[in-house]
């Protein structure tokens, strides 16, 4: 193992300057950068819509029902993996697997509904190329797409993980599912700022 | 205690791969780093190289290596108006993303950071690795779009829209920045969590040496400035790629054909997440060679600095200040008159911390038994050329003057001041600081004045002339300074500057030379070769995996020298007595 | 260090299942009041006001209670903050484009954008810059 010849890994608990963990920490100052990252594309959203001499209504180009039932979804899904947390916690295995597997669907759900949206605008011949709103739309989408992706990875290897004995067992495993957790809210907060902002206002 | 490393070499052997290659021991990344930009600030250096030619001698075919570009390239070994483009977009690039901030931070950063805190390594090993792999092929795809069919990115290292969009080559430029975006950032978490976390008992925060100091506001830049021009640079690459508009004005008309995309765009916005990014850049290419020259010149005054806390809050207030004053690149870009006045006197304030620094670093000398070898000279060297560098910038931050100067080369040589004769000068002499902990071995003195000499002297030979040819008005976006007769005045500087540029190159061979050469053959030097007091000297040279056989506890601030009623004149942070 | 100390030590920061519930169920009713507000035509600058307070109700909870912001360390919430602050200069470039319009130069952007009897001065200002542009 690496974690064994890794001398830095034995400071990977509670017993830190700051008192908490260095992944932890490590997550936290990634979604610090991930809020610099959205923020300047909400930035630009403002920037072009206040500078452009007209902007669609979410309602009358979009499909508002399939994004809210989206919302939906990806909210379901924050419940569903702060679930396995809880499970993790209490060290219940079958728990952990039955909340994240939700988690993994749910998010994998909100893929296919995204999917579906994109195919509908796509079919009309409609693209990022159409016009501004539409490249801001297709843009922060797609973005927030490839972050579910990412999550449904990390989702789906922490969800193997727990079939593997001595990763269970690992002290370092509840941190891992709570960083995993951290990100996939921060996922989830993105969607309920990028929901009204391009569907409904 | 739970600091005892548990170095791997005892478990098991490492393989050459583990060992050299894809190593997850700081030391080993920090040196892979430093080799690394090293060679991409050559190769930057080069590109210069070739267009200081064309500078010099407009429409004369490029000596010895003109033959071997490609003819639409430069035809009959005469440099096209599209390759010098192409050549001055990547030697920007390439010198600030690939070289000095790698080097900066990747190199010096890694190597030093964990050492100075008593680290057993940085906190996410194998991040550091994936830092460093991600940075390799970035760098790479940099460099291999020069292959690209339309060559290399046309539109300078800002990459302005609407041109940027237009021009062929941006799209493999964009891509690497992505890239490198990511490696600064997994760099950046990195150094955070380990200054924050990892650092050994009894090192408090007003215990950190000023260079732990720096690396630490650096890596908050680079945390949070990078992302936006992240975001910026996908938003661009969805306009070159998917045709979209997000920096297309609207009606564009490009040589007598109306653009193809909707439209509606703002190519300010670009200048705007651009710069955003960028002048907090200029900060992470300055603060940690900073924070070497406070090290270097602390340790050969043997006293302590002067205003360790001073130096340490004005870093704090310049990373905070950096993030508002971009605006100033961008005053004759079109900005409301309000706002324009706003980022003047953001700039105006942000110099007070950086004249702070300077002062500190000026008054550190102040009673000194100074001693003069190479590191010290390299330090002193920047406080003078950096002051030039800092002052000739503030006529660019009040909108009057810089009017007049923006779009000349007294810019360029502003730029210059700041970054090769401050930053690159002071990273110099870390290498001759630092080479004993390196490898064990000191650095040849003599061929070390032969390149501080040389390199000094030539750097401002370099770029003396470009301050008095911007003030001259010679404008610096041309491919031909003669095609416009008021340059013509000043166009013997361009001759003595790129002169000067080519003895710059021969003042690196004795460094290249000194810097293998020593590596194997270098006089063999102890543990504590400069009598120093921070904790990387605490340590053999070089440290074993693990670093230190036994968790340092730190007793004191970092530079107690000549504490009166001590035998040794330094005071080494992790002896009790 | 052993599971059990951590537990004993962090027994506050044990999951509250029968909170995450209820912060689900306010979710879902905010999620329909948003898509509500948005159906009564409302003038743009309360939409976007109710709309934006909505969201941050939203994302304060899922940030305050399911990612533990609640009670977290204080380091955390100092790196948030700071983050945050950084955030808000991005607002900066907004104001610029507030406060100049018609920041496209081709004349007839300029024209769309400043149609006859608009604001006379600044009618005024568009013309003036004309000029300027076109010599640069």
């Not at chain 1, 990763?167 to 495993?173: G, V």
């Not at chain 2, 490198?180 to 997994?186: A, G, P, R, V």
């Not at chain 2, 003047?344 to 620094?357: C, D, F, H, N, R």
């Not at chain 3, 909505?54 to 983050?83: D, P, Q, R, S, Y």
Request: charge should be neutral; proline fraction near 6%; include cysteine.
């Amino acid at each position: 193992m690496s974690q064994a010849q890794n001398p830095a890994a034995i400071m990977n608990n509670q017993d830190t300057h700051s008192g908490v963990t260095n992944a932890k920490l490590g997550v936290w100052l990634f979604l610090a950068s991930e809020i610099m990252l959205f923020a300047t594309l909400f930035t630009s959203y403002i920037v072009l819509r206040m500078a452009s001499t007209s902007w669609p209504w979410g309602w009358d180009v979009l499909n508002v029902p399939l994004a809210t039932l989206n919302t939906v979804i990806l909210i379901s899904s924050s419940v569903t993996i702060v679930m396995a947390y809880a499970k993790a916690y209490d060290k219940d295995k079958g728990g952990f697997q039955k909340w994240m597997a939700a988690t993994i669907l749910l998010s994998l759900g909100f893929l296919v509904v995204k999917g579906f949206e994109y195919g509908h605008e796509f079919g009309l011949g409609i693209g990022p190329h159409t016009s501004v709103f539409y490249a801001i739309y297709f843009t922060m989408t797609g973005l927030h797409g490839i972050h579910i992706l990412g999550g449904i990875a990390v989702n789906a290897g922490l969800l193997y993980m727990s079939t593997v004995d001595g990763h269970w067992r690992n002290p370092l495993f509840l941190g891992r599912v709570e960083g995993a957790g951290l990100y996939w809210h921060f996922v989830d907060i993105v969607w309920i700022f990028l929901f009204p902002a391009l569907y409904l206002l | 205690m739970s600091h005892d490393p548990h170095g791997s070499a005892e478990h098991h052997p490492l393989t050459f791969w583990e060992r050299y290659v894809f190593s997850v021991d700081h030391k080993v990344i920090g040196l892979q780093y430093l080799i690394t930009s090293f060679i991409f600030l050559l190769v930057g250096f080069a590109l210069m190289g070739l267009m200081r030619w064309q500078l010099a001698w407009p429409g004369t075919p490029i000596p010895f290596f003109g033959g071997l570009f490609p003819a639409d390239l430069a035809p009959n070994g005469v440099m096209s108006g599209e390759f010098y483009n192409s050549l001055g977009a990547m030697h920007g690039t390439i010198m600030v993303f690939l070289g000095v901030v790698p080097l900066a931070v990747g190199a010096y950063g890694n190597y030093v950071l964990p050492l100075q805190i008593g680290a057993p390594d940085m906190a996410f090993p194998r991040m550091n690795m994936m830092s460093y792999w991600t940075y390799l092929p970035g760098g790479i795809l940099m460099l291999a779009s020069f292959l690209m069919p339309g060559g290399a990115a046309q539109s300078g290292w800002t990459s302005y829209p609407p041109l940027s969009i237009i021009n062929p080559g941006q799209t493999v430029w964009l891509l690497s920045m992505v890239i490198l975006i990511t490696s600064s950032l997994l760099g950046a978490i990195n150094f955070l969590v380990t200054t924050i976390n990892m650092r050994a008992p009894g090192m408090s925060l007003w215990r950190m040496p000023v260079f732990v100091w720096a690396q630490f506001v650096t890596s908050v830049l680079l945390l949070l400035a990078f992302p936006p021009l992240e975001a910026a640079s996908i938003l661009q690459l969805m306009d070159r790629v998917f045709h979209t508009s997000f920096y297309m004005p609207k009606d564009l008309v490009i040589l007598g054909q109306a653009y193809a995309g909707s439209g509606g765009g703002q190519p300010l916005l670009w200048q705007h997440l651009f710069w955003f990014l960028a002048h907090p850049e200029v900060y992470v290419l300055v603060l940690p060679p900073m924070g070497i020259v406070a090290e270097i010149i602390a340790n050969n005054t043997r006293k302590p600095l002067h205003g360790y806390k001073t130096l340490v809050l004005s870093m704090v207030a310049i990373g905070v200040m950096s993030f508002m004053v971009w605006a100033h690149h961008m005053f004759i870009s079109g900005m409301s008159a309000s706002l324009s006045n706003f980022f003047l006197v953001t700039t105006m304030i942000i110099s007070v911390p950086s004249v702070a620094i300077l002062t500190c670093l000026i008054f550190s000398l102040k009673g000194g038994a100074i001693r003069y070898n190479v590191p010290m000279a390299f330090a002193l060297a920047f406080l003078p050329l950096f002051g030039i560098g800092g002052l000739t910038g503030l006529p660019l931050g009040l909108t009057v003057t810089d009017i007049y100067l923006h779009d000349t080369y007294y810019v360029i040589g502003h730029f210059h001041f700041v970054v090769v004769t401050g930053s690159i000068i002071a990273l110099m002499g870390g290498t001759y600081y630092w080479f004993p902990k390196w490898y064990g071995r000191k650095m040849n003195d003599k061929l070390g004045w032969i390149h501080f000499w040389g390199s000094v002297i030539t750097m401002c030979g370099i770029f003396g002339p470009m301050l008095f040819m911007g003030m001259g008005g010679a404008s610096r976006r041309l491919y031909d300074p003669t095609a416009q007769l008021h340059n013509l005045p000043v166009q013997g500087w361009n001759v003595v500057a790129t002169y000067s540029a080519y003895l710059l190159a021969a003042f690196q061979l004795p460094f290249i030379y000194n810097f293998f050469n020593s590596m194997w053959r270098g006089e063999k030097t102890p543990e504590n070769p400069w009598q120093a007091t921070t904790l990387e000297w605490a340590c053999p040279s070089p440290p074993p995996h693990g670093n230190f056989e036994k968790t340092p506890t730190v007793y004191r601030g970092p530079y107690e020298y000549s504490v009166p009623g001590r035998k040794d004149d330094f005071w080494m942070q992790s002896d009790k007595n | 260090m052993s599971a059990d100390t951590d537990a004993a030590k962090h027994d506050e920061h044990r999951p509250n299942v029968a909170l995450y519930v209820k912060v689900f169920a306010a979710l879902m009713v905010l999620t329909l009041v948003t898509v509500a507000i948005s159906k009564i035509h409302l003038p743009p600058a309360q939409a976007v006001a109710l709309g934006l307070f909505v969201a941050l109700i939203k994302a304060g909870l899922v940030g305050a209670l399911f990612m533990h912001l609640w009670g977290e360390n204080k380091l955390i919430h100092k790196a948030l903050w700071i983050t945050v602050g950084f955030a808000v200069v991005l607002i900066l470039p907004i104001i610029d484009f507030v406060l100049i319009s018609g920041r496209s130069t081709s004349p007839m952007a300029v024209a769309d954008q400043h149609p006859a009897g608009h604001d006379t001065d600044k009618d005024k200002a568009g013309e003036a810059a004309e000029p300027m542009k076109a010599g640069h």
